[in-house]
């Protein structure tokens, strides 16, 4: 299985950006999909996942300004990113896991956030 981010980049502040997550190599749906964001020197955190089944959970200080969704064939995650600022800047992971049909944990490469004052 292979999840490849795309969308990254740079931004201004306030602004807008949407990052896009592919799944590729699977023959059943993912269970959950997310994103996490990592700067260098801190842990991973989480920023938004959401269910086969449509319910997401948000990072407190992403609430109200991203906004997380999939397609109805669950391979392909989306996070709109609105209002950025400068603390967005991240290294944003793309994340698939579940326990059926066994127990999985899969991950992208990542890709760069830039938010620019």
């Known amino acids: 299985v292979q999840l490849v981010e795309s969308g990254g980049g740079l931004v201004q502040a306030g602004g807008s950006l949407r990052l896009s997550c592919a799944a590729s190599?699977?023959?059943?749906?993912?269970?959950?999909m997310g994103w996490y964001r990592q700067v260098p020197g801190k842990q991973r955190e989480l920023v938004a996942v959401?269910?086969?089944?449509?319910?997401?959970n948000y990072a407190d200080s992403v609430k109200g300004r991203f906004t997380i969704s999939r397609d109805n064939a669950s391979t392909t995650v989306l996070l709109q990113m609105s209002g950025v600022k400068s603390e967005d800047t991240a290294v944003y992971y793309c994340?698939?896991?579940?326990?059926?049909?066994?127990?999985?944990?899969?991950w992208g490469q990542g890709t760069q956030v830039t938010v620019s004052s």
């Open positions: 994340n698939a896991r579940g326990r059926k049909p066994f127990n999985y944990d899969y």
């Open positions: 190599g699977s023959i059943f749906t993912f269970t959950t």
């Open positions: 959401i269910t086969n089944s449509g319910s997401t």
